[in-house]
C-alpha cells in the first residue's frame, strides 16, 4: 500500500478483528472507512450489502463493485462515494 500518500489525509485506528464490527462502524458513522484485502465471503457479504443498501460504498482500488465472488485485492469499504473516491485516489499510483 501507499502509506505514504496517506499521510496527513487520515487518521488510523487499529482494526476490531471483526468486518462485521467495522463496517458497522462505518455505517453507523464512527469511522469514515476501512481498507481490506482478504475479501473472505462469509466476513464481507452481509456486512459489504447492508452498508451499500445504506449508501456507503465497497469498491475495488479501480473503481468496480466489490462482490461474494470478487478475488482478493486492496477493497475501500468507505461510508460514502466521495469517501471511497478520495481514499482509491490516495491508493492509486499517479502516472
Known amino acids: 500500500m501507499r502509506r505514504q500518500a496517506m499521510r496527513g489525509h487520515f487518521q488510523a485506528i487499529g482494526p476490531s478483528g471483526c468486518a462485521a464490527v467495522e463496517y458497522t462502524d462505518i455505517l453507523a458513522g464512527k469511522t469514515d472507512f476501512a481498507v481490506y484485502y482478504r475479501l473472505l ?5 452481509t456486512p ?4 451499500v443498501e445504506g449508501v456507503g460504498r465497497v469498491e475495488h482500488l479501480d473503481g468496480t463493485p466489490n462482490s461474494a ?9 468507505a461510508r460514502d462515494a466521495r469517501v471511497s473516491d478520495h481514499v482509491r485516489n490516495c491508493l492509486t499510483p499517479h502516472v
Do not use: F, G, M
Open 69 to 77: 465472488r470478487s478475488e482478493n485485492q486492496p477493497t475501500v469499504v
Open 41 to 45: 465471503p462469509w466476513d464481507h457479504a
Open 48 to 51: 459489504a450489502l447492508i452498508l
